[in-house]
């Protein structure tokens, strides 16, 4: 299968450390990336290629991948942080796009 | 500064074509070897690959949406289209370009179109 699977809804204190999943086997041997949505807004690329932050992106934000699993982590959460969060790779032939179906983060 | 901006119709009838255009500026669209990719986002729902052309010109969509789509590239306008044709209400989404480098970055401001008759 190609689809990638991600929690709905998470939540997180102010301050605090939440880990947003993606799993699916289109992530074996292949590259995760994330992005951060907030509502009325274009989605922003927050990490790609599993553990590159592009500039302007704060450093609380890293990325990690294992297997058919990706994460994003976001250290030390703050307000802004609150939004949908959507992870991406492309399937085994290369070709296909998948997306995550989205986590909605609420910052507590 | 790369920057990308959708333009077409906002409204589209049913079992019509919807045309839009993807403008690139801030660099040129065929000098550099990337992909250049359609994504919407119908709704209240989630993020979904349309599909991407090469500056080639190769092309590959979602097998979804099966031979509704068509994407093109005109090197000399600097820009690339999409066209989806027999639309229906399940098409109204918002319509996003993005350079596709393995990971879609930047994406223009997305475009909201609506089939209704």
């Known amino acids: 299968s190609s689809e990638l699977t991600q929690d709905p809804v998470v939540s997180v204190a102010l301050g605090q450390t939440v880990r947003l999943t993606c799993q699916g086997d289109g992530l074996r041997g292949s590259y995760a990336s994330w992005y951060q949505q907030k509502p009325g807004q274009a989605p922003l690329l927050v990490f790609y290629l599993n553990k590159n932050r592009p500039s302007g992106i704060p450093d609380r934000f890293s990325g990690s991948s294992s297997g058919d699993t990706a994460s994003l982590t976001i250290t030390g959460a703050q307000a802004e942080d609150e939004a949908d969060y959507y992870c991406?790779?492309?399937?085994?032939?290369?070709?296909?796009?998948?997306f995550g179906g989205g986590t909605k983060l609420t910052v507590l | 500064q790369l920057q990308l901006q959708e333009s077409g119709p906002g409204l589209v009838r049913p079992s019509e074509t919807l045309s839009l255009t993807c403008n690139v500026s801030?660099?040129?669209?065929?000098?550099?070897?990337?992909?250049w990719g359609w994504v919407r986002q119908p709704p209240g729902k989630g993020l979904a690959w349309i599909g991407h052309i090469h500056s080639s010109g190769t092309t590959y969509h979602n097998p979804s949406l099966k031979s509704r789509v068509t994407i093109s590239i005109d090197t000399s306008k600097n820009q690339f289209s999409l066209k989806l044709n027999s639309v229906t209400a399940a098409d109204t989404a918002v319509y996003y370009c993005?350079?596709?480098?393995?990971?879609?970055?930047?994406w223009g401001q997305g475009i909201l179109v609506t089939v209704s008759s």
């Open positions: 991406y790779s492309r399937d085994t032939s290369g070709n296909r796009v998948v």
């Open positions: 801030g660099a040129s669209i065929s000098s550099i070897s990337y992909y």
């Open positions: 993005a350079r596709d480098r393995g990971w879609f970055d930047p």
